[in-house]
């Protein structure tokens, strides 16, 4: 996932700011960030604990990030539906 969000890292640069942190160097990242939650339709409402393998479904995601955000929402609805991700 990191050499997707460098590869997109351009594309998004107007809005986003992406930065690699080491967890283990640097604990308290998570605890001085908001987390948002997003309605992937899937049971986990906070997670991508897949590959994408898409860059545009990617910049999908962080843009309808971005606008809830903007907007104040705690929550925002992905505009792909992900509950099909794992039919076979």
Do not use: C
């Amino acid at each position: 996932m990191d050499e997707m969000f460098a590869s997109v890292a351009e594309t998004i640069e107007n809005f986003v700011v992406i930065y690699l942190v080491n967890i283990t160097e640097v604990p308290d990242i998570n605890t001085i960030n908001k987390h948002i939650m997003i309605a992937l339709s899937i049971d986990n409402n906070n997670k991508i604990n897949w590959a994408l393998k898409d860059k545009q479904e990617l910049i999908d995601i962080i843009e309808t990030v971005y606008r809830g955000v903007k907007k104040g929402r705690g929550l925002v609805i992905t505009p792909k539906d992900y509950s099909t991700k794992y039919r076979y």
